[in-house]
């Protein structure tokens, strides 16, 4: 049972630099989402897709971009990483409809220096 | 916009005590109401899912209820033990985007 799995699981960037990260899941979940957590901030919602091929903007979108090319794999791009934006990321999925639970990954430990 | 509080922020109990954890939102306009575990380094664990028409939701020695109207959950943890150990989160769902997570109780069980 993989659910969601999120690659890397750790990563170390200087400032300026540039990356990618994947999210998956097996589990033919139409909404997938990144948050990022921080502490005393609780979990932060970055972008999200509601269906291949769609993205949207969460509460925290400046510096990062994301596609969902196909249902399976939701992509968190950082074009020049800051410093700010270290944390840690974490991908959910949950099926359509209100009445359904939200799966997470295991996190992607992100530092910029 | 949902705000979510959680009370206590941590605390620590001797082995074998019921525990109650509190979760409240400021719009209670949701389909569900998710709590999560979290062990340090680690992701999140779905604990359980309680609906927006449902009182009460148990998962062995856990059980969660919801006031809808009053903006409230609590989840209680029975006969605790070192590993309940974690950080223990709640996120109302009002639908899309709308998953909103309150900063955590830290919980420490000890020996």
């Known amino acids: 049972n993989a659910g969601v799995t999120q690659t890397p699981k750790f990563r170390v960037l200087k400032t300026g630099q540039s990356m990618t990260l994947l999210c998956a899941q097996d589990?033919?979940?139409?909404?997938m989402y990144w948050y990022r957590q921080d502490p005393g901030m609780g979990l932060r919602l970055i972008h999200y897709s509601v269906g291949e091929g769609t993205t949207a903007k969460g509460e925290v979108p400046d510096g990062y971009n994301v596609s969902r090319l196909k249902k399976q794999n939701f992509l968190l791009g950082l074009e020049s990483a800051a410093p700010s934006q270290t944390s840690v990321y974490f991908c959910?999925?949950?099926?359509?409809?209100?009445?359904?639970?939200?799966?997470f990954g295991q996190g992607t430990r992100l530092t910029v220096v | 916009k949902q705000e979510v509080t959680q009370i206590p922020a941590a605390l620590s109990v001797p082995e074998g005590e019921n525990l109650v954890l509190n979760c409240s939102f400021t719009?209670?306009?949701?389909?569900?109401l998710q709590w999560f575990r979290q062990d340090p380094g680690k992701g999140l664990t779905s604990l359980l899912l309680?609906?927006?028409?449902?009182r009460e939701q148990t998962s062995g020695r856990l059980n969660a209820s919801l006031d809808k109207s009053s903006g409230r959950s609590t989840l209680y943890i029975a006969a605790s033990q070192p590993g309940d150990s974690a950080t223990y989160l709640c996120?109302?769902?009002?639908?899309?985007?709308?998953?909103?997570f309150g900063t955590g109780t830290q919980l420490k069980v000890e020996l």
């Open positions: 309680i609906q927006s028409s449902q």
């Open positions: 719009d209670s306009a949701i389909y569900n």
């Open positions: 959910a999925s949950r099926p359509t409809g209100g009445r359904t639970e939200a799966f």
């Open positions: 589990m033919n979940h139409e909404y």
């Open positions: 996120a109302p769902f009002r639908g899309g985007n709308k998953l909103t």
